[in-house]
């Protein structure tokens, strides 16, 4: 049983598309995260998430939004796509908020925009 | 800026000896450090952790050293096996991030080192 899936696993379109990558997680955690990983390998955070409170990274374009259903699922929508914004997507999840949470990781979303 | 620096882009170790990955931070105010492992097409795994009122933490093959005043930790891996190729991440934290109003939240990654391990 996969802990902390994405989908898709891959994802190509064009600039200006909107599109959205989903996640679950089935740990019971109460915390999510979404990562970015671009062309030089850094890991950044994008977003947390934790019972109902929204954690924004100030460097994130509000293009992004994140959007949870319910606790196991944290989405990402993403508007007007750019070039720039090719890149893998992490989605992670701890059972608590807090600097000492191990944190689990999906296995990524590699989207290219063309 | 990087606040989380592996100088290292790859390591390669026979198998059976020590491996040894460095990892420089540049905030004062990182108090939580981590290691991940990834292997390729997947997520980061979580290897190991320790708190900055510690120097030292052990479990099983793996032992991380935090050396606070040169903002210096390391990971030991002994002795190294070959299902430890991967590429390792150093990762840090805030505590006071965490209260109510901190701010932002999440870890901060350093590029990470591929280690190779040969037989």
């Known amino acids: 049983d996969t802990a902390v899936s994405q989908t898709p696993k891959y994802l190509v379109t064009q600039m200006g598309n909107d599109k959205s990558i989903k996640c679950e997680q089935n740990?019971?955690?109460?915390?999510m995260y979404w990562y970015k990983q671009d062309s030089k390998k850094f890991l950044k955070i994008m977003f947390s998430y934790n019972n109902k409170e929204l954690i924004i990274n100030e460097t994130v374009p509000n293009r992004f939004s994140p959007k949870s259903p319910d606790k196991a699922h944290l989405n990402l929508h993403i508007n007007s796509l750019e070039l720039g914004d090719s890149a893998v997507y992490f989605c992670?999840?701890?059972?608590?908020?807090?600097?000492?949470?191990?944190?689990?990781f999906g296995d990524g979303t590699r989207l290219s925009i063309l | 800026d990087q606040q989380v620096k592996q100088n290292s882009p790859s390591l390669s170790v026979q198998e059976g000896r020590i491996s040894i990955l460095n990892c420089d931070y540049t905030?004062?105010?990182?108090?939580?450090f981590l290691w991940y492992k990834k292997y390729p097409a997947e997520g980061p795994t979580f290897l190991i952790s320790i708190s900055s009122i510690k120097d030292k933490n052990e479990d099983g093959r793996f032992t991380v050293f935090l050396n606070k005043s040169a903002k210096h930790l390391s990971l030991h891996i002994v002795p190294s096996q070959p299902g430890d190729s991967a590429v390792y991440f150093c990762a840090a934290s805030v505590s006071a991030f965490y209260l109510p109003g901190g701010g932002a939240d999440g870890l901060t990654f350093g590029k990470g080192t591929h280690l190779i391990i040969q037989p």
């Open positions: 740990l019971g955690h109460d915390t």
């Open positions: 992670a999840s701890s059972p608590r908020r807090g600097p000492n949470q191990p944190q689990h």
């Open positions: 905030n004062s105010m990182f108090d939580y």
